[in-house]
C-alpha cells in the first residue's frame, strides 16, 4: 500500500511569518511530486511541483525535496490570511502514467 | 473552455438510483483522472484514461462503478444502484501527456449526496 503522510493540522502561523508544511511518502521510486491547495467546498489547485532533489522558488512558495529521507515539504514565505486553506501533498507513483497518490491534507491558518 | 468543466455540480440521489457525472477536459489533454474525496480525507484515485483507453480501474470501489470516454475527450463516470457510502465529492483531472511527471488540473468536482 503506497502511502503519503502529513499532520493534519491545523497549523496556525501568524501574518507575515513562514509556514512550513512537511510530507513523508513511502514509494521509493516515485520521481514526481506536487503540493495543491484546497480551499474549503473548491477543488485542488496546483501551486508547486518538484522532480529532483533541492530546492525550487517560485514567487513566495518553495518546495524541497529529499529523495533518500523520502521527505517533501513546502515553506511558504510572508504569509497572508489569503494562504489560509488545506494543503495536499500529492506523489506520482513510479512505472507508467502520473498516477497521483494524496496525503490527507494539512489545515493552514494564518491569523492577522 | 479554459479548464476541466464538471456536471453537475450538486447531485442528490436516493440510495438505489443510479447517477451519471460529466467531465469536459482541458481540450487537447490526452490525460484523463477521476478521483473521490471524502470529506476531510485527500482525493483517491479511481480510474485513469488515456484518450480513450482506460487503462487503469484499479480505484473503483465496486462493479457498481463504471467510467468512459468513448471519444476521448469527455468522461462520464456512472455509479450503479447508489448506498449511502458513495456519498463524496468526485474530481476529474486531466493533464496534457500521458508519461509520468505531468502536472493534473482538476475540475470543481460534483458533490454527490445519496439520502
Known amino acids: 500500500q503506497k502511502e503519503v503522510e502529513q499532520n493534519s493540522g491545523p497549523l496556525s502561523v501568524p501574518e507575515g511569518a513562514i509556514a512550513s508544511l512537511n510530507c513523508t511518502y513511502s514509494?521509493?521510486?516515485?520521481?514526481?511530486f506536487f503540493w495543491y491547495r484546497q480551499y474549503s467546498g473548491k477543488s485542488p489547485e496546483l501551486i508547486m511541483f518538484i522532480y529532483s532533489n533541492g530546492d525550487k522558488e517560485d514567487g513566495r512558495f518553495t518546495a524541497q525535496l529529499n529523495k533518500a529521507s523520502q521527505y517533501v515539504s513546502l515553506l511558504i514565505r510572508d504569509s497572508q490570511p489569503s494562504d489560509s486553506a488545506t494543503y495536499l501533498c500529492?506523489?506520482?507513483?513510479?512505472?507508467?502514467?502520473?498516477?497521483?497518490?494524496f496525503g490527507a491534507g494539512t489545515r493552514l491558518a494564518v491569523h492577522p | 473552455g479554459a479548464g476541466v468543466s464538471q456536471s453537475p455540480r450538486y447531485k442528490v440521489a436516493k440510495r438505489g438510483q443510479d447517477v451519471a457525472l460529466r467531465c469536459d477536459p482541458i481540450?487537447?489533454?490526452?490525460?484523463l483522472f477521476w478521483y473521490q474525496q471524502a470529506l476531510g480525507q485527500g482525493p483517491e484515485f479511481l480510474t485513469y484514461f488515456q484518450n480513450e483507453a482506460q487503462l487503469d480501474k484499479s480505484g473503483l470501489p465496486s462493479d457498481r462503478f463504471f467510467a468512459e470516454r468513448p471519444e476521448g475527450s469527455v468522461s462520464t463516470l456512472k455509479i450503479q444502484r447508489t448506498q449511502q457510502e458513495d456519498s463524496a465529492v468526485y474530481l476529474c483531472?486531466?493533464?496534457?501527456?500521458?508519461?509520468?511527471?505531468?502536472?493534473?488540473?482538476f475540475g470543481d468536482g460534483t458533490r454527490l449526496s445519496i439520502l
Open positions: 514509494d521509493r521510486g516515485s520521481q514526481s
Open positions: 483531472a486531466s493533464s496534457p501527456g500521458q508519461g509520468a511527471g505531468q502536472p493534473q488540473h
Open positions: 500529492a506523489v506520482g507513483l513510479s512505472g507508467g502514467y502520473n498516477k497521483l497518490i
Open positions: 481540450s487537447g489533454h490526452v490525460s
